[in-house]
Every structure is written in C-alpha cells, then in structure tokens.
C-alpha cells in the first residue's frame, strides 16, 4: 500500500498571503490528523478530520482551517501567513477500526514565511 | 502539556541494545502507552504501543512497570538508521487521533 503522500513538499510563501497544502492518506485509512512542528513548540496537534467532519481541534488560531473530502483526502489551509507559521506540516492518516488505531504520518510540507 | 518524561539524549553503540526509559506517572487506567520516532526531517514512525502487558514486535520491546507509572523501550541491536528523536506517549482509545508529543529523546547510535 502506498503511504501517506503531501504536496507539496516544500514551499515559500511571504507575510499575508495565504496556503494550502494536500494529504492523501493510506487507502482505506477514515481519519486525517494535522500537526504543526516547529523547533520551538515541538510537534503539536492541529486537528482531525473523519468523515468529512472535524473531530477534533488543536489550540491554534481560527486562520489555521481544514476540510475532508469524501474520498478521505484533506487540506489544510492558513489565511494571512505569519513569520511564526514557517514550520514542518505532517498529516497522519489512520484506519478508525479499533480504539487502538495507530497514526501514520506522511514527509511533511515545509513551509517557509518570509 | 505531554504527560511523560524522558531524558533529552542518549547514546548507544552500533549493534548493542538500547534503552529508553519513559515515566508517566499519572497513567490512567484506560490510557496506553506509544512509541513513535522521527528521523531527522522524516514524519514520525509508530513503533510499538501497550497496556500494561509487554510487548514486542520486529521493530522494537516495550516493557512496562507493573505500576504502569513508567516503560522502556528496547531496540535490541541498534544501527546507525536508528539515530532518531523517540516520543513515548500515553493515549486512550478515541485520543489516538489527537496525540500528543513531548520533547522525546534523541537517541545517537554511534559506530
């Protein structure tokens, strides 16, 4: 099975403007979780989407939003990019088939706000 | 705020076994405890996960105390491809998909 896969990989953006980035998760996987990694805050839960609705949300602001497609895909998307928002988006996927469900990540986006 | 703790770095020699020691002290009843690690820049990668009875899979051994207040994590025969940051996290069922990390340990495997 192929894994999870986000594009882009890596991207530049510049103070204001907005972005959005893609995951596709491992076929049959239900639930897509975000996260934000930065050097300083560490990895941090962004949210999680399954069945097209938001499960679940992280303490970030309202210009970090998400959606779920029916065929499980999700973007993420953050409006009026700030310096701080430069960091390593990892999307995870996972099967919701037990309580015991493991999260699968994907490479990351690298986004850099100049 | 994670609820574990972990030693920031260890070391350990190519082919010896390695073991990370994770407390969480304040473990609930219903909470399991995961391993996840991430090599440099890669998203991380699930290792192993337990209740309260030890586990062991191909990749790694999870033992855990009998008061579940702390686990080690046990690669047997580290390589250098096992340099990476390991995050011990406790999660129950239906939070699985909302994990969260701590500062984890940067295991360095040195030849």
């Known amino acids: 099975k192929a894994g999870v896969t986000q594009t882009p990989r890596y991207l530049i953006k510049t103070r204001g403007q907005q972005v959005t980035l893609s995951c596709s998760p491992i076929?049959?996987?239900?639930?897509v979780s975000w996260y934000q990694q930065t050097p300083g805050q560490g990895l941090q839960f962004l949210f999680e989407?399954?069945?097209?609705?938001?499960?679940n949300k992280g303490n970030f602001p309202g210009r970090f939003s998400g959606r779920q497609f029916s065929n499980s895909r999700s973007e993420m998307n953050v409006s009026t990019l700030e310096l701080g928002d430069s960091a390593l988006y990892l999307c995870?996927?996972?099967?919701?088939?037990?309580?015991?469900?493991?999260?699968?990540f994907g490479p990351g986006t690298r986004l850099t706000v100049l | 705020d994670a609820k574990t703790t972990q030693p920031p770095s260890m070391d350990c020699a190519e082919g010896r076994a390695a073991n990370l020691p994770c407390n969480h002290s304040?473990?609930?009843?219903?909470?399991?405890v995961y391993w996840y690690r991430q090599i440099h820049s890669q998203g991380p990668q699930y290792i192993i996960h337990?209740?309260?009875n030890n586990e062991t899979n191909e990749m790694a051994s999870l033992i855990i105390t009998e008061d579940r207040k702390s686990s080690t994590l046990i690669l047997p025969h580290a390589t250098l491809r096992d340099t990476a940051v390991y995050y011990c996290?406790?999660?129950?069922?239906?939070?699985?998909?909302?994990?969260?990390f701590g500062k984890g340990t940067l295991l360095t495997v040195n030849p």
């Open positions: 995870a996927s996972s099967p919701v088939v037990s309580s015991t469900d493991t999260q699968y």
């Open positions: 076929s049959g996987h239900r639930s």
């Open positions: 989407y399954f069945s097209e609705t938001q499960r």
């Open positions: 304040t473990i609930s009843g219903n909470e399991y």
């Open positions: 337990g209740l309260k």
């Open positions: 996290i406790v999660s129950s069922g239906g939070s699985n998909y909302k994990l969260t």
